[in-house]
C-alpha cells in the first residue's frame, strides 16, 4: 500500500511539473523594431507571437537596452489569431547616454514545445534582438516595417517561400541574410540547425525572399532572418526576425502567381497592374499585396479584387504616385495568393518593385554674365522639394539617362557644383565658387530637383554656354573716386577692329548699361556715344555712390547705317571691384568682389599712413579673401586694393589695372576666446564632480580673461549658468550638485570685453551605487536585526519581493532602504535562505532608469548569531 502510495504521488509530482512547464512556454516568433523620437530617446515595439494554449502569460517584458541598463515594457496589444496564434505587441521609450552601437535584447522563457530545429526546444529561452546605431550626424532613423507576420505554413515537397514585406520609412536600402535563432542574452543556440531541405533552403539579399527548395520533414521549425539596414554605404541598423514555419503533408497543391514586372514611374504617372493567381485544385483563392505604398500619407495605392472564380482570382493595383512619395529605393510589393483548401491553406508569394522619379526640369537658358553664367529654368510645379542642384562639365557630353535614373552618374562628367534652396527657385548664377569661369571653354549644364529625404529627380535637359570676351573688350572699371554722392567710376575698353569682314560700315553707337552690384541684372542705360570711327573708347561714370556698393557695366556696339542697325557681337560686360569690409580684434578683414572678363592674378592692398597721408602697400594676395593684422582697436583704417590682371588669349589686352573704392574700418574685439577642451570626473563618495579645462593655442590664452561653468542634470535640459570664475588661470571647478552626481557639464571662456567663446557639453551619469545584504540577525540582540540596503539619494523608489523556498511572497516593500524586520504576518520568518527580486529605479542623466537585482539572503535568527557575508 506504501508503494502504491508513494507511485501515485511520484506520478501527480510529474505531472504537475510537466503542465508547469508546458504552462511556460509559449514563444513563437517575433521581432523588435523602433521609431526615433529625438537625437537621442527612440520607441522600440516589441511584437511576439505566442500560443493561446500555453497558460503562460506576458502582460509585461524585460527590455536589455544594451547599455547596461534595462526597463520593463508595458503590454498595449492583444490580438488572437487563427490556428493557436496571439500577436502580442509591447512599447516603451528609452533614451541612450549617447552616440554609440547598442544591442536591444528582449527574452522570455520559454519556445513553444516540439521544435524539430531546435533541441529541447521547451526547455530553450525565447529571445530577439535588434542592432540600433546612435548618430545625430546621420539624420534620423527608424527601422523598417515589417508588413507580413512571422509565421507561415507549407507542404512537404513544394517550394516555400515567405517574405518580411519590410518597408522602410526613410527609404534607406535593405539586404537580408539567415541568422542563427537564439537563446537567453541573445546567444546564438547552440545545435541549432536550418530546417531539413531536399535542395537548399536561402534568403535573396536583395528581395528578401526566404526561398525553402523543398521541405524534407513535416513538423514545427523556427528560422531567423537579418534585415540589414543600409545609408550611404554603412550599415546603421539590424533588426532579428524569429519566425516560425510549420510544414504538413497534403495532397493540396499551392496556387501559383502570374508574372509580376518592375516599373519605373514619374510623378503623376497612372499605374495599373493586373495581379493574377491560378490554381491546379479548383479552390478559391484569396489575393492579397503587402507594401509601404498602401500606407503612405498622401497618395496611397490600392489593391482590389476584379474576378474571383474557383482556380482562378485578379486584383488590380492601382497608383498615382505624387512627389511625396519620391525616393532613392524602390518600393517593394509583396503580392500573396492562398488557396481556401479545406484540407490544407496553402501560399505562392512573389515580388515587385516600383521606383518613383522625380520629373525632369526644363532648363531654358544659360546666358554669360562677365565671366559668369546665369541659369533659367521652368518653374517645377510643386512645393514638395527643397532645391536644385546644378551639375557642369566642359563640352557636351553624351548623357542619355534612362527612364530608371534619377540623378546624375559621376560617369556623365558632370561635376556637381552649386545647390540652391526653395521649391519656387528658377534661376542660378554660376560664379565657380567666386573665382569665375574660363574664357574659351564650352559648358555644359544640367540641374536635377532635390526632395527632403535627399532623392535628386531625373536629370533636366542639357544646355550649354561659354563666356564671350564681348565686342567691345572692355580693360577697365575702375573706381577714380569714392563718395556716396559724388563718386566716380572709370570706364575703358580697347577699339573694336574688322568690322569690315561683317560688314559693319558703320557709323556706330555704343551703348552703355549699369546695374547696381557686381553680379546685378537689373541693366539701365546710362550713356549714348556716336561715333564714325571708334576712337570713343573711354566713359567717366559719374555721378554715383561708390562707397557702399560696387556697380556691373554692358557696353553694346551697332552699326548705325541708316535702315541697317544691327548690334555687332555680344555686349561686353565687367564690373567694378568692390571691397567688402568688416573689423576683426586688432585686425581687418577684407572680402574682394567683382566680376571682369580677365583674371586677376594679384590684388595689392594699401593703407592710409596718417602720417604721410599716403597709401603704403601693406600685403599682396592672389585670393580673394585678406587680413590686415596687428592693428589698433578703436583707431580708424582706411584701405583701397589694385588688381593686376589680363585676358588669356595672346590677342586680347594684358596688363589691366583697376582700382577699388576707398574703404574704412574700426578694428574692434568683436571676437571670442577659443572654446576650452574640457573633462569632468565624478567622485562617487562625496556626491562630487570635478570640472577641468585647457586652451593649448597660446594666442587664444592671451585673450582670456576668465571662464563661465554650465551645467543640466539631464540630457534633455537647458544648460544653466552655475559659476563665473574671473581668473584665466583657474582650470578646475568642484560642484556638488547635490544627492545625484548625474549630468552634463560646458565651460566657456570669456574675453575683458565679455565676447564668450561657444561651449561643448560633456556629460556624466550616476555612480550606480545599491547594495542588498546577503545575510541578517532577526534574533532580538539589537544588532543587525533589520535588512538594510546600502543606498544613495539617487534611489528614487525600488519594488523588492522577497520569496521563501517555497516561492511564497513574504515581504515587500517600495522604501530604498527596505527595513526588513524578519517578520511575515507579524512573526519572525524560519531561519533559511530566501530569495529576493528588485527593481531599482534611479535617477540617472537620461531620467529614472531601472535595473534589476536577483539574490539570496540568509537568515539566521538563533541568539548570538555571528554576522559575516555568505559566498553563494
Not at 519572525?828 to 539574490?855: A, W
Request: proline share 6%; hydrophobic share 35%.
Amino acid at each position: 500500500m506504501k508503494n502504491l502510495v508513494s507511485g501515485r504521488i511520484l506520478v501527480l509530482l510529474v505531472f504537475l511539473l510537466t503542465s508547469a512547464r508546458l504552462g511556460a512556454t509559449h514563444n513563437r516568433a517575433g521581432e523588435i523594431t523602433y521609431v526615433q523620437i529625438s537625437d537621442l530617446t527612440y520607441e522600440i515595439t516589441i511584437t511576439t507571437f505566442t500560443y493561446t494554449l500555453s497558460f503562460a502569460d506576458r502582460p509585461q517584458l524585460e527590455v536589455d537596452w544594451g547599455d547596461n541598463s534595462t526597463s520593463i515594457a508595458p503590454r498595449v496589444e492583444i490580438l488572437l489569431l487563427p490556428n493557436f496564434y496571439k500577436r502580442n505587441i509591447y512599447k516603451i521609450r528609452h533614451t541612450y547616454p549617447g552616440p554609440g552601437v547598442y544591442r536591444i535584447v528582449v527574452q522570455d522563457p520559454n519556445r513553444n514545445y516540439g521544435v524539430l530545429n531546435i533541441p529541447n526546444s521547451v526547455n530553450v529561452v525565447f529571445s530577439i534582438s535588434t542592432i540600433l546605431t546612435v548618430n545625430p550626424g546621420m539624420g534620423f532613423n527608424s527601422t523598417p516595417v515589417l508588413l507580413n507576420p512571422p509565421y507561415d505554413k507549407a507542404a512537404l515537397g513544394y517550394v516555400f517561400i515567405h517574405n518580411p514585406a519590410a518597408f522602410d520609412p526613410d527609404g534607406d536600402s535593405l539586404s537580408y541574410k539567415l541568422t542563427v535563432c537564439t537563446r537567453e542574452n541573445g546567444i546564438p543556440i547552440e545545435n541549432y540547425t536550418l530546417p531539413p531541405a531536399t535542395n537548399f533552403i536561402r534568403v535573396d539579399s536583395i528581395t528578401g525572399d526566404l526561398i525553402w527548395n523543398t521541405p524534407a520533414d513535416t513538423g514545427t521549425f523556427n528560422v531567423a532572418m537579418e534585415i540589414q539596414e543600409w545609408r550611404n554605404g554603412v550599415k546603421i541598423g539590424v533588426v532579428v526576425r524569429d519566425m516560425q514555419i510549420e510544414v504538413f503533408t497534403t495532397n493540396n497543391k499551392p496556387p501559383v502567381n502570374g508574372p509580376l514586372e518592375d516599373m519605373c514611374v514619374e510623378v503623376g504617372e497612372v499605374v495599373e497592374f493586373l495581379a493574377t493567381a491560378t490554381d491546379e485544385n479548383e479552390d478559391y483563392i484569396n489575393l492579397l499585396a503587402t507594401s509601404g505604398i498602401f500606407t503612405l500619407a498622401e497618395c496611397p495605392a490600392t489593391f482590389n479584387i476584379e474576378d474571383s472564380v474557383p482556380g482562378f482570382t485578379s486584383a488590380l493595383l492601382r497608383w498615382i504616385p505624387c512627389h511625396e512619395a519620391v525616393r532613392n529605393q524602390p518600393y517593394d510589393i509583396i503580392v500573396k495568393s492562398e488557396d481556401l483548401s479545406t484540407d490544407l491553406q496553402l501560399v505562392d508569394i512573389d515580388n515587385m518593385r516600383i521606383k518613383v522619379l522625380g520629373p525632369s526640369p526644363v532648363l531654358i537658358t544659360a546666358i554669360p554674365e562677365g565671366k559668369f553664367i546665369r541659369l533659367m529654368w521652368e518653374n517645377y510645379g510643386t512645393d514638395a522639394i527643397a532645391g536644385f542642384s546644378i551639375y557642369r562639365r566642359e563640352g557636351v557630353s553624351t548623357f542619355s539617362p534612362d527612364s530608371c535614373t534619377n540623378g546624375i552618374p559621376s560617369s556623365s562628367g558632370f561635376v556637381k557644383v552649386g545647390y540652391i534652396a526653395g521649391s519656387n527657385t528658377v534661376s542660378f548664377t554660376d560664379t565657380d565658387n567666386g573665382e569665375g569661369l574660363k574664357f574659351g571653354t564650352e559648358y555644359s549644364y544640367r540641374i536635377v530637383a532635390v526632395y527632403p529625404n535627399g532623392t535628386e529627380s531625373k536629370a533636366s535637359n542639357e544646355i550649354a554656354s561659354t563666356l564671350v570676351s564681348g565686342v567691345p573688350v572692355i580693360r577697365n572699371v575702375s573706381v577714380t573716386s569714392t563718395d556716396v554722392v559724388n563718386g566716380s567710376v572709370y570706364i575703358a575698353w580697347r577699339k573694336p577692329d574688322r568690322l569690315d569682314t561683317i560688314p559693319a560700315n558703320g557709323p556706330y553707337e555704343y551703348l552703355i548699361f549699369r546695374a547696381d552690384g557686381t553680379t546685378g541684372t537689373n541693366y539701365q542705360q546710362i550713356a549714348s556715344i556716336i561715333t564714325s570711327d571708334l576712337n570713343d573708347t573711354v566713359f567717366v561714370d559719374n555721378p554715383i555712390n561708390t562707397r557702399d556698393r560696387g556697380y556691373i557695366y554692358r557696353i553694346e556696339l551697332y552699326n548705325n547705317a541708316p535702315g541697317n542697325r544691327f548690334l555687332i557681337g555680344e555686349p561686353g560686360v565687367a564690373s567694378s571691384m568692390y571691397l567688402g569690409i568688416s573689423p576683426g580684434d586688432r585686425k581687418a578683414r577684407f572680402v574682394i568682389n567683382r566680376n571682369v572678363p580677365w583674371i586677376n592674378t594679384r590684388y595689392d592692398f594699401f593703407r592710409l599712413n596718417e602720417t604721410t597721408l599716403a597709401y603704403d602697400s601693406v600685403g599682396s594676395t592672389n585670393q580673394l579673401t585678406f587680413v590686415d593684422t596687428g592693428l589698433e582697436n578703436g583707431k580708424e583704417y582706411c584701405y583701397y586694393i589694385r588688381s593686376t590682371g589680363a585676358y588669356l588669349r595672346p590677342d586680347l589686352p594684358k596688363n589691366l589695372i583697376n582700382f577699388s573704392q576707398t574703404a574704412c574700418i574700426i578694428p574692434e574685439d568683436n571676437e571670442p576666446p577659443c572654446p576650452p577642451v574640457i573633462t569632468v570626473t565624478s567622485e562617487c563618495d562625496s556626491l562630487t564632480n570635478t570640472v577641468r579645462w585647457r586652451i593649448d593655442d597660446p594666442e587664444c590664452f592671451e585673450d582670456v580673461a576668465g571662464y563661465k561653468i554650465y551645467y543640466r542634470m539631464t540630457y534633455e535640459g537647458t544648460m544653466e549658468l552655475i559659476e563665473t570664475i574671473n581668473d584665466r588661470n583657474t582650470f578646475s571647478y568642484v560642484h556638488r550638485p547635490g544627492e545625484i552626481v548625474a549630468g552634463c557639464y560646458a565651460v566657456s571662456a570669456f574675453d575683458l570685453i565679455g565676447n564668450e567663446s561657444g561651449k561643448t557639453a560633456l556629460c556624466v551619469d550616476s555612480c550606480n551605487f545599491y547594495e542588498i545584504p546577503n545575510v541578517f540577525t532577526p534574533n532580538g540582540d539589537g544588532i543587525n536585526d533589520i535588512l538594510i540596503a546600502k543606498t544613495s539619494g539617487l534611489v528614487e523608489k525600488i519594488d523588492m519581493r522577497i520569496f521563501n523556498r517555497t516561492g511564497m511572497l513574504v515581504f515587500r516593500t517600495g522604501e530604498p532602504k527596505i527595513n526588513w524586520d524578519g517578520t511575515y504576518n507579524g512573526r519572525i520568518v524560519s531561519p533559511g535562505v530566501y530569495f529576493y527580486q528588485c527593481d531599482v529605479y534611479e535617477r540617472r542623466i537620461s531620467g529614472v532608469e531601472m535595473f534589476h537585482l536577483t539574490g539570496f539572503i540568509h537568515v539566521i535568527t538563533e541568539k548570538g548569531a555571528a554576522v559575516k557575508p555568505v559566498e553563494f
